[in-house]
Every structure is written in structure tokens, then in C-alpha cells.
């Protein structure tokens, strides 16, 4: 069976290198305190360290597909202040189509709170901020190429993204939302979760026409078709120093690979090879690896 339904296929002009992304989703600015150890509930931990990084699962995403070689547009919110600019300044810098970024005046940017500990192990704190109010009225009324979503941003927004994409879609299930709609786990082409977030959802992963990747960390990720293993992947050894970041790097990896026509256990070792990468560096979107990066950890280099 072929890794993309036959629409989207090589045969009919539907995929190609060339395919745009566009990514409906969150923008964050990251405030991550590295220490020792991770607080248990009522414990403070002193002795941590500070990094401010531009974050949110949707720029992280486009960011990533961006740098592995995809045009991308990002659609989205932040607030009208100072950590707008912070916020977007490496999609900026790195060639993401900005244009459909708006400002929320009467909301802050969106914020993350995370700590990490030695092992590259994190608890996050999202304040959503402006984020939420990406309404589907927002949205343009068809989104062409393809479309990479996740759940940072009101369900209602994912639900109309989807119904008006017209290719290739991919949903990130995370953070997990049970309350998202059937009718977009039916029309994604791919659905991404981790371990937690196929466990919260269940058999409802199953009988659908699309893809699941389900990611297991350091253990890689298994491609499921209904439930059937299409492929499986581990990732290069690497020393994790945060893991922030890591599974939006296989989501944008993925949906590129995929849209390039990679065979399924290639496009899953490039997307577990690109969260890898991520994970051995600090910060979400400053260690987002470049394509040659990746190819380089894929050759053994």
C-alpha cells in the first residue's frame, strides 16, 4: 500500500518536492529553567539556570519544515508586545512566510513555562495568551498544499483548517484533546501522537484511512495503517539535553519526507534522526537541525 493516499500520489502531480506547507498553529515564547532534578507537586528546586527561546508546537513546526528544505507559511496569533518579536524571530530569520501572522492587542503573547532537568526530561506550563483567539474567521477560505495542525490553538480553528484543506493534512494530536472533532481524525492523512497521547485516544486511532506515527522517545516510532504496522525507525544515539522541541521536529520531518515520496521507513528514520538532533541541543527552535544536518546524522556522521 502507498504511503499517501492515491490523491496525493506521485503519479497524479499531487506531491512534490515543491509542495507548500502551511501550519495553522501556536506561537510561544519559551521560558525554560535547566536544573538537576524536575519538582515533585509542592517542592521548589533551586539552582536552575534561564533560557528564553522562541517556541509554540505551530511555529516550532513550520520552523522545522522551513529548515528542512519546504516552503512554509505559518497562520497564526501573538500579542501586541515585546515577546512578539522575540517570538518570531527565527521564523523570520529563516525564511517563513509570515504574512498571516496577526496581533492580538488585547492579549499577551503566548508563553511556556518549562523546567528540564539533567537527563533532557520536561514539565511545560502553556499560557495560551493570544494564541486562543486564532478564530476560524482567521483563516483563509481554502488552504492549498499541504497543512500541518496541532491543539495549541482552539479545536473549532483545527476543525475549519481541516474541512478547508485541499491536500495533504497532517494533525499533531498533542496536547491531547479528546474533545476534537471525528471528522478531522478521519480526514488527516496523518495523525501524530506520542506514547501518552495514543494511549488517551485509543481505539480511536483505528479504522481510519489515514496514517498514524506513534513516537516512543529514545526508542524511535512505529508508522500504523488501522491499527497495522507499516514501518518502524529508531533514531541516531544521541545525548538528549532537552527534549523540547524533539516531537515537533518529527512532525515537520515526517510531513516533509512524505510529501517528497520517501518509501515509509526512510521518512520515519529522517524524522526520528531529526528529533534526535533536537534533542541534543538546547531550546526548541534554536536546535532545530538543517537538512544537512540530518542527512549527515542518517549517513553515520
Not at 174 to 195: C, K, Q, S, Y
Not at 224 to 234: I, K, N, S
Not at 260 to 269: I, K, N, S, V
Amino acid at each position: 500500500m502507498p504511503l499517501l493516499r492515491r490523491r496525493f500520489s506521485a503519479d497524479n502531480g499531487g506531491v512534490t518536492r515543491q509542495t507548500p506547507i502551511a501550519v495553522v498553529g501556536s506561537i510561544n515564547l519559551d521560558f525554560v529553567a535547566a536544573g538537576a532534578a524536575l519538582p515533585t507537586p509542592g517542592e521548589t528546586v533551586t539552582g536552575a539556570t534561564l533560557a528564553i527561546h522562541p517556541g509554540g508546537k505551530g511555529a516550532n513546526q513550520a520552523l522545522a519544515a522551513r529548515r528542512l528544505g519546504a516552503a512554509v507559511s505559518l497562520i497564526g496569533r501573538v500579542g501586541a508586545d515585546a515577546m512578539a518579536d522575540q517570538a518570531l524571530a527565527l521564523l523570520r530569520a529563516d525564511g517563513v512566510d509570515l504574512a498571516r501572522v496577526t496581533v492580538d492587542a488585547a492579549a499577551a503573547t503566548g508563553a511556556a513555562l518549562i523546567a528540564v532537568d539533567a537527563e533532557g526530561e520536561n514539565q511545560i506550563v502553556v499560557v495560551s495568551g493570544a494564541n486562543l483567539s486564532l478564530t476560524p474567521d482567521r483563516l483563509p477560505d481554502v488552504i492549498g498544499g499541504a497543512l500541518i495542525c496541532q491543539l495549541e490553538i482552539p479545536l473549532e480553528t483545527v476543525a475549519a483548517a481541516v474541512a478547508r484543506a485541499t491536500g495533504f493534512v497532517c494533525v499533531n494530536l498533542a496536547p491531547a484533546n479528546l474533545d476534537i472533532d471525528n471528522a478531522v481524525l478521519r480526514r488527516a492523512d496523518l495523525l501524530v501522537v506520542n506514547e501518552a497521547e495514543a494511549g488517551d485516544f485509543g481505539r480511536r486511532l483505528h479504522g481510519l484511512p489515514g496514517l498514524v506515527a506513534v513516537t516512543w522517545g529514545s526508542r524511535g516510532a512505529t508508522l500504523l495503517r488501522d491499527g497495522v504496522r507499516v514501518a518502524t525507525a529508531e533514531p541516531p544515539e544521541v545525548r538528549a539535553i532537552d527534549t523540547t522541541g524533539a516531537g515537533d521536529a518529527f512532525v515537520g520531518a515526517l510531513v516533509v519526507a512524505m510529501l517528497e515520496g520517501m518509501a515509509p521507513a526512510e521518512a520515519l528514520r529522517f524524522a526520528c534522526a531529526a528529533g534526535a538532533l533536537t534533542a541534543a541541543k538546547a531550546g526548541a527552535q534554536s536546535s532545530l537541525p538543517w537538512r544537512g544536518d540530518v542527512e549527515a546524522a542518517l549517513r553515520g556522521g
